[in-house]
């Protein structure tokens, strides 16, 4: 199994990105995507993740509903659309697969390579 995270960049203060994980190897239609990210000095936090089947979401605090998680199964992909970003948001975001929507990484067992979002102010 292989998640390709894809869609970082620059951005300014109050702009948007959406970024996207394709998974290859395997066809999902159980277990959950997460995404969590790392920013520089920092350990690596959940953000948010979706269930495959069904589609629930659940979200970090700090995402405070600037954050929307998608997915379409088709293309065995999930997406994070990010509004509102600050600089508090720049780190690498991860895309993960497991069993369950957990906020632990211990959940998930593939991980994609990371995608870097910068926020400038």
């Known amino acids: 199994v292989q998640l390709q995270a894809s869609g970082g960049g620059q951005v300014q203060a109050g702009g948007s990105l959406r970024l996207s994980c394709e998974a290859s190897?395997?066809?999902?239609?159980?277990?959950?995507m997460g995404w969590f990210r790392q920013a520089p000095g920092k350990e690596r936090e959940f953000v948010g993740g979706?269930?495959?089947?069904?589609?629930?979401?659940y979200y970090a605090d700090f995402v405070k509903g600037r954050f929307t998680i998608s997915r379409d199964s088709a293309k065995n992909a999930v997406y994070l659309q990010m509004n509102n970003l600050g600089p508090e948001d720049t780190a690498v975001y991860y895309c993960?697969?497991?069993?369950?929507?957990?906020?632990?990484?211990?959940?998930?067992?593939?991980w994609g390579q990371g995608t870097l979002v910068t926020v400038s102010s």
């Open positions: 993960a697969a497991g069993g369950g929507l957990g906020t632990s990484d211990r959940w998930y067992d593939y």
């Open positions: 979706i269930m495959w089947s069904g589609g629930s979401t």
């Open positions: 190897g395997r066809t999902f239609s159980r277990g959950a």
